[in-house]
């Protein structure tokens, strides 16, 4: 299991990291994992407000429809478009290439409600028993 240490994680796994005066949000690779091939995301429309701990889309894999949380209160700034077509991206690179919306956050101090990453392979050890 990958587990950058520039990402903050909710108990929900999803990531967030700080890029500027964004965030940039998407799901782990523990939970990439444990949905098998995805096959569809739906994303907020760009302009959207979202909630922290309020779902902003879903991801559907051959297994199950997932809601994402998301990490802050905020406007959606942008959204990875490039997974209409290639979901398979949160699979292959769920930090990279599969990051799922960039937030402009209301209370960057909402990120310190998540875990660092030691905290949160810890988390998943502890769930995966």
Known sequence: ?????????????????EDGNKVVVGISDHAQMEL?????????EVGSSVSKGESFGTVESVKAVSDVYSPVDGVVESVNEALADG???VNS??????WMIAITPNDKSQLDDLMDASAY???VAEISK
């Open 93 to 98: 690179s769920p930090y990279d290439s599969g």
């Open 1 to 17: 299991m990958s587990t950058p240490q520039n990402c903050k994680f909710s108990k929900e796994h999803e990531w967030a990291r």
């Open 121 to 123: 392979e810890e988390f």
């Open 87 to 89: 979901p398979e991206a």
């Open 36 to 44: 098998g091939d995805i096959v569809f995301v739906e994303l907020p």
